[in-house]
């Protein structure tokens, strides 16, 4: 099979994903703010509207072609820090395995280069190399551990009382 094709179904398949998930978020932003301030991601409001944002409109510019090394790079730091916030909680490895098949997708699309068919581009591999990649793990952790290293509530990116 040509490799432009399969790029443009890893392209279709992620942006479709991103965006069926990201919708309810941006629809409803105070619910998907108290849903991220339950799993201890505070200010809720902030968190959640980015993580909306990433899914949703990241999504929609993988669907059409415009930069979507920048929406699967971002999605995929989305994924990573999901993934360690699981490992860190000792989730099983069912609650994280999802994320980590998105992670790949992205890693595919960022590593590899968008196909031929889309509309505007960074070009390949401009994202994703070792020195991105490594930051992008240092933040990940960072983001999951650095509140409880601050003394802040468990997983609390605020001091303020949550009921």
């Given amino acids: 099979m040509n490799p432009d094709i399969i790029m443009v179904i890893v392209r279709l398949t992620l942006g479709t994903i991103m965006v069926y998930h ?93 196909d031929s068919h889309v509309f505007v581009t960074l070009g390949p591999v401009l994202l994703l190399n070792w020195s991105v990649a490594l930051a992008a793990v240092v933040a990940a952790i960072a983001m999951v551990y650095l509140p409880g290293i601050l003394g802040l509530p468990e997983g609390r990116w605020s001091g303020a009382s949550h009921h």
């Fill in 22 to 114: 990201g919708w309810p978020k941006v629809q409803n932003l105070k619910r998907n703010a108290r849903d991220f301030e339950g799993k201890g991601f505070a200010p809720g409001l902030l968190w959640g509207t980015i993580v909306g944002l990433v899914e949703f409109v990241g999504g929609i510019t993988i669907l059409v072609g415009v930069y979507p090394e920048i929406g699967a790079g971002l999605f995929a730091f989305q994924m990573l820090v999901g993934t360690i916030w699981k490992l860190k909680k000792r989730k099983p490895f069912i609650d994280y395995s999802y994320d980590i098949q998105l992670l790949a997708l992205c890693l595919v699309l960022s590593g590899l280069g968008p």
